[in-house]
């Protein structure tokens, strides 16, 4: 028997000089590689901003600040393993504070990485990634 789980998870559009921060999913299954922003779930009694600057300094070692709520997107989807996720994204634009980009290890993703915006258009971006930046670029 299949269960349900909801995730509320937090994440944070980087622009800075016309290119974008993105981590790479560590599941192999995703091939082409899975880009998607930085981010992730929220801790239990955290704020959804706190979520984002802790995050993003996991996954990207960035530091970011000024967190501008851009949307919240929800979806549901199948995993492997039968189970359904419902997933609810509250999506900010932060901007750069310092810190050195490296990756994360033994986490849902394994690479940070600057993009130039105009690479997306042919790389393996999830949806709600690729409206996201849209939608921060005013497009």
């Known amino acids: 028997m299949s269960k349900q789980h909801t995730s509320v998870r937090s994440y944070g559009i980087l622009i800075d000089n016309d290119r974008v921060a993105l981590v790479r999913s ?14 992730g779930g929220i801790d239990f009694g955290e704020a959804p ?27 549901v989807r199948r995993r492997d393993n039968g189970d359904k996720i419902h997933t609810v994204r509250i999506i900010f634009s932060v901007e750069l ?33 690729r409206a996201a930046i849209a939608t921060a670029q005013g497009k």
Not at 50 to 66: A, M, Q, S, W
Request: proline fraction near 7%; charged fraction near 25%; aromatic fraction near 8%.
């Open 49 to 75: 901003e706190d979520t984002l600057i802790r995050e993003f300094r996991e996954e990207t070692g960035l530091e970011v600040n000024n967190p501008q709520l851009i949307g919240v997107t929800s979806d």
């Open 97 to 129: 504070a310092g810190g050195d980009l490296h990756h994360e290890v033994h986490g849902t993703t394994d690479h940070a990485a600057w993009f130039d915006l105009s690479d997306l258009e042919t790389m393996n971006v999830a949806e709600y990634a």
């Open 26 to 39: 560590s599941n192999p299954r995703h091939v082409p590689p899975l880009w998607w922003l930085p981010g």
